[in-house]
């Protein structure tokens, strides 16, 4: 039988957890631990994914703040927002909200972040901490979503050690740190990305597939060895025929389930950790500053 991989479970855990851990840093701060989203021009989807994040930091006990610059914000407009927000007490993280337009170097920008407060985990210092972990460090470092991926297969008593891992994918934010989480934990670990050669052929050999590419579909049955775990970060939107929106992952689910071990849907999978994590990094980085 295959284990679904729903976060629902894992977010309702979550939820006490967090909420608890909330209380307990505004006892000793005196204050509701703070993130503050810097969020520059309209991007409509930018937007959403700040007003979820919000929501769910209201939901638990957070205080969250956007700040927002306009469309023609120059590099040094942002660059003063976050030297204000690295300044100031009361804000335990900061984000900046990705895309950033065209006239701003993004990584310039993240890269001021204080690493205390750094609770997207994209800066070059938290990318070289999560790289250098001692092996097997109960240490949470890095980006949300490959650190959601592994609260999810723990919650699931998923135990990597020893097993092949795939990830598809080489990006900053997902693909490389995945690659360091797992084999933090001793999996052994093959990054795949576009200029792999028979990429199902390398497939068939994994224990465990993350498949963090963007494009539907591009895991197909045939590639997957029976039994596998199989975890799809892939978010893409499409309007069938009919005229109807999907929103489905990197995985052929359909007919890829049935033969894995365990499966993460989409939605319902992957997607909803992400914003629990940042949440968790926030309360971490409060608590870390009350002690
Ligand atoms: P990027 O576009 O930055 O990276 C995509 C990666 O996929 C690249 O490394 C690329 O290879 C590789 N790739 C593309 N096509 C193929 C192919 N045919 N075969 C093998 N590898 C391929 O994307 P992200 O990492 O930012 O995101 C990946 C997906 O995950 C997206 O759908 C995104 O929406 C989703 N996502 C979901 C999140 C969530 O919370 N659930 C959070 C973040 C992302 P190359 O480097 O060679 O170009």
Sequence with gaps: MTVILKSKPVVESLTKTLK?????ATAALGRKPGLTVILVGEDPASAIYVR???????????NSQTLRLPDAASQEDVLQAVAKLNADDTVDGIIVQLPLPKQIDADAIINTIADAKDVDGFTLRTTGRLWT????????????????????LDF????????????????????????????NKGATVTIAHSQTENLPALLRSADIIVAATGRRNLITKDAVKPGAIVIDVGMNRYVDDAGKKHLVGDVDYANVAPIAGAITPVPGGVGPMTVNMLIKQTIKAALRKAK
């Design 52 to 62: 979820n994040k919000q929501k769910r930091a209201d939901e638990l006990g957070i």
């Design 20 to 24: 608890d851990s909330a209380a307990q």
């Design 133 to 152: 972990l001692p092996k097997n460090s109960p240490e949470q470092v890095g980006p949300c979503t490959p650190l959601g991926i592994m609260a999810l």
């Design 156 to 183: 699931y008593n998923i135990d990597v050690a020893g097993k092949h891992a795939v990830i598809v994918g080489r990006s900053n934010i997902v693909g490389k740190p995945m690659a360091a989480m797992l084999l």
